[in-house]
């Protein structure tokens, strides 16, 4: 479970743009007092669940039914200087972030795993074929298993400078955007408190 102070709490509807705009997962799987399992994978979340696939040789697979799993999605992040505030000395180093923590149990695909590693590869070369041959597909489909992972929770997490005020929000955007970290200025901008 994620620590969110109310300020910090995000809605479902940016929680799902943030995993279509940054689909790369950490998984990790609990298994009772042993050491959890972790898989960096791409995941697509499809209506009310994550679709994703790990090579067969990696054991995470197989230990899914021995605990809770979670994916982890992080989207823009970047370091706060002090300095960008309107009183530095009163301010801190800090993170601003945006996160979301997808919870559930991941159930194994039954049969060919092609289907999703076709919606898979369409997803990601926006629609256009794969130049790759088909019989190396083929042969390596086997070496992989596919699953779904129905959403049971979400926690979403934005720390982006919400408790501040808009004087200060503004200088860190401004500093964010000269320290070269467009993506969590543009975060920022685009999610100003209303």
Known sequence: MIHIPKHFEGDEATARRLIADHPFATLVTSVGGAEPLITHIPMLLEDDALLGHIARVNPHWQRFGDGPTVALFHGPHAYVSPRWYENPVEQVPTWNYAVVHV????????????????????????????????????????????????????????????????????????????????????????????
């Open 103 to 194: 919870h559930g149990r991941p159930q194994l695909h039954s049969g060919d795993p092609r289907a999703h590693l076709e919606r898979l590869a369409a997803h990601f070369e926006n629609g256009l074929p794969l130049p790759t041959d088909p019989a190396k597909i083929d042969r390596l489909q086997n070496g992989v298993v596919a699953f779904r992972m129905p959403v049971e929770r979400l926690e979403v997490k934005f720390k982006m400078n919400q408790n501040k005020s808009a004087a200060d929000r503004a200088g860190v955007i401004r500093g964010l955007r000269e320290a070269g970290e467009t993506a969590t200025a543009d975060w920022m901008q685009a999610h100003e408190p209303g």
